[in-house]
């Protein structure tokens, strides 16, 4: 979650200097590999609030409170990352109704 909030930042960034200066984004960023380790961090924390909630239920932890934390961190990460989905799917329908 943080990593996909920092690249929005840096883009929001770069995309003000590159309409002033004409700059461009630096050759390593790349959107496509920042979605792909913001959707592999949050299958990583579901997983991980997943299994700490089976341990949980199997009686191998008491932490129930870590477990319910883990579980809604997981949740929010997801909602996080589905807003910036329909926010892309917007800006991509926005580009495609432009006139060429």
């Known amino acids: 979650m943080k990593v996909l909030a920092n690249d929005a930042g840096q ?3 770069h995309a003000n200097i590159g309409h ?3 700059q461009q ?8 590999q920042s ?9 990583q924390q579901d997983a991980a609030a997943g ?4 341990d949980v ?3 191998k932890s008491d932490d ?11 949740s929010l990460s997801f909602s996080m990352l589905m807003q ?3 926010k892309v799917m917007g800006a991509m329908d926005e580009l495609i109704k432009l006139p060429v």
């Open 35 to 43: 979605m792909k380790d913001a959707l592999e961090s949050v299958n």
């Open 20 to 22: 002033a200066g004409g």
């Open 84 to 86: 910036v989905r329909n």
């Open 64 to 74: 129930l409170v870590g477990a319910m934390l883990a579980s809604q961190e997981a």
């Open 25 to 32: 984004l630096p050759a390593g960023f790349s959107f496509t």
């Open 51 to 54: 299994q700490k909630m089976n």
């Open 57 to 59: 239920d199997s009686g």
């Open 11 to 13: 883009l929001a960034a």
